[in-house]
């Protein structure tokens, strides 16, 4: 991660307070930024309109100010690009890669229970714990699709992995860090984990998956550095990029910062909360050295 056209990024949601473990990844980004002369970006992934707030966001770049970390430009803001993800969705759409989806969350966990029932055994689920998407409309004509839209009822478009798949070479990607078993170097990507997951919402033309495939490329981004708990996600997203014609950056998935019960720290947690550390007097300084970073970040 040396080269001189580095281009790193932090991407929170501001659907909440930033918390240790943001702090560390947006650290471990700048820090590597700074040190290989490349570029620092902060991109705010407010599509959930309904969580992310401008108070939120401001929040976000006031801790961040905190730390000492400065953006090398004007922070996206994925609000305002909607426009960008639903050109990648009608591309994928136009194959014939996403169909509209119409099971509900309460329908897919009923017919699990019932395959689970009448089966005797489970019903397949994602890397994240979730069954996969049951896929009962994958095959509706598209008379019958047009029909169900048309009366208003309440779909999500989704990606036909399976066709998808068929599309394009055996996808890998180069992995500077690890994943949560300790796998690096070139990992081969596995989609079909995923099943036939979300790419748009019938009020918001995307996803998390789609949006952040779109914008590390036309943020020219080179080394997505996240946390290990996206480390499975990067197979759908390899597959988007493939799929879209889009660059593969390097990935480099770092450990977690955990709470003192072993478990993921969460935006809910008010102790962890850089606002609280900060209230109580913590300096950007102590910050690093509790999340194992050196207490001066690389001049
Ligand atoms: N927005 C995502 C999050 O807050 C991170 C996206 C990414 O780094 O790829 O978890």
Redesign the pocket.
């Known amino acids: 991660m040396s080269c001189n056209a580095a281009v790193f990024r932090f ?3 501001p659907n909440g307070e930033l918390h240790l473990g943001h702090a560390y990844s947006a650290m471990v980004n700048h820090d590597l930024a700074r040190s290989s002369g490349g570029t620092f970006l902060l991109r705010h ?1 407010d599509i959930d309109t309904a969580r992310c707030t401008p108070a939120f966001e401001r929040q976000v770049e006031e801790d961040l100010g905190f730390l000492g970390i400065e953006w090398d430009e004007p922070p996206r803001r994925q609000s305002a690009h909607m426009h960008d993800y639903a050109a990648a969705l009608e591309a994928l759409a136009a194959e014939d890669l996403v169909y509209p989806g119409f099971m509900t969350r309460g329908e897919i966990k009923a017919y699990v229970e019932r395959y689970e029932e009448d089966e005797g055994k489970p019903w397949p689920r994602d890397p994240d714990g979730a069954p996969l998407y049951p896929g009962l409309d994958r095959h509706a004509s598209s008379q019958e699709r047009e029909r169900r839209m048309s009366e208003g009822e309440r779909f999500a478009w989704r990606l036909d992995v399976e066709r998808a798949i068929e599309m394009v070479p055996a996808l890998t990607w180069e992995e500077h860090g690890a994943s949560p078993l300790g796998e690096s170097g070139t990992i081969v990507a596995r989609p079909l984990e995923w099943g036939d997951v979300v790419l748009g919402r019938m009020d918001i033309p995307t996803s ?1 998956h789609l949006s ?1 495939v779109v914008d590390d490329a036309i943020q020219n981004v080179s080394d ?1 550095v ?1 946390g290990r708990d ?1 480390f499975y996600a990067t197979s759908i997203h390899r597959l988007l990029q493939a799929l879209l014609g889009l660059p593969d950056p390097r990935y480099h998935h770092h450990e977690l910062i955990l709470g003192d019960d072993g478990r993921k720290l969460s935006k809910s947690a008010q102790d962890t909360s850089l606002r609280s550390l900060r209230e109580a007097g913590m300096t950007a300084e102590d910050i690093r050295r509790m999340v194992g970073l050196p207490g001066r970040p690389p001049a």
């Open positions: 991407a929170p949601s992934e998390y952040v997505v996240r996206l």
